[in-house]
Structures are given as C-alpha cells and as structure tokens.
C-alpha cells in the first residue's frame, strides 16, 4: 500500500537512509541533509524538519514546509515537500511542492501517485486557488508525473516548465 507519513522521529533511521542515498542535487531536488552522520541528521536535521513543518524558527525568507514520505509498505520510495504558501522567490520558482523519489523506485508510478496524494494533503493548507511546481525542461519524466495530476504549463523558460494545478 502506497502512503504518506509526516517526517517523524519514530521513523527517523528510514528517513536518515533515504537522505543519505539522495544527492544534494538532483534533477532540482535539493538534499540539504546530505552527507550528514546519523547524529547530527537526529539532533539537527530532523529537528529543523519538525519545527519547519510548524513555522518555528524559520530562517529569513523561508516558509513553513511540511516533508511527507512517501511509504510502500515498510519502505520509502520517496519525499514531497509542500510548502503553506509562497514567497515571490518561491512563486516565480520552485512553488509549492516539491518532490524525489529515490532512485531504485523510479519509473513505477510512485511519483504520480505520490504527488496526488501530496496535492490532497495541499488542499489543506494551501490558500490559493491553484498549486503552483515547477520542473527542469530536461526532466520529462517529472512533467509527465505533474501532467498526469491535472497540471497545466503555465509557462516556461531555458531551464523551467512552472506547471499549475487547480484546486
């Protein structure tokens, strides 16, 4: 069974596991945590991840993100960042969601069923009318993910589609 859970301290050896197998960078999904010991993962990143989730301690020009695995069964196959609401750095750029999926589990469907279940989760927190992603134009896989959850091209650049979904 294919789900989402909150990052959690409960589960924080798997979450750990998938951080570490994730690049910093990859395909414009940033791993920040990557590299970390499983100590510091625990008593710095996974605290920072909690507290975002809430909107404490937020660094200047940042947003409170909630990060959601998502889980087959027993393990993590990938992570959806939803942000609450946007910046104009974050509405011109990466927008609300932002997702990976780890690299043994790509191409079998996990990214779109992933992001419809993210796009619910949104709908909770989300104001505005519409979910605003964004997808490196050499990503096709990813704008077909975006594509196959109702979005739309809103526009593009050399870089980036910036896809839409009404809510």
Not at 42 to 66: C, F, M, W
Request: aromatic share 14%; charged share 30%; glycine share 8%.
């Amino acid at each position: 069974m294919i789900y989402l859970k909150e990052a959690n301290v409960e589960d924080a050896k798997k979450e750990y596991q998938f951080f570490n197998d994730t690049p910093a960078d990859e395909n414009g999904f940033e791993n920040k945590y990557y590299g970390f010991s499983y100590e510091d993962f625990i008593n710095r990143a996974l605290t920072e991840i909690i507290k975002s989730s809430k909107g404490i301690d937020l660094h200047e020009g940042y947003v409170p993100q909630t990060l959601y695995f998502v889980w087959d069964d027993n393990n993590i196959v990938g992570l959806f960042k939803i942000r609450h609401y946007l910046t104009d750095c974050l509405r011109n750029g990466a927008g609300h969601i932002g997702y990976g999926i780890h690299k043994n589990y790509r191409g079998k469907g996990y990214a779109t069923k992933g992001l419809a279940l993210a796009i619910e989760k949104a709908k909770d927190v989300i104001k505005e009318n519409e979910i605003y992603l964004s997808v490196h134009v050499d990503n096709p896989a990813s704008l077909k993910v975006q594509l196959n959850n109702e979005a739309y091209i809103h526009h593009s650049d050399e870089k980036e589609h910036y896809t839409r979904i009404k809510i």
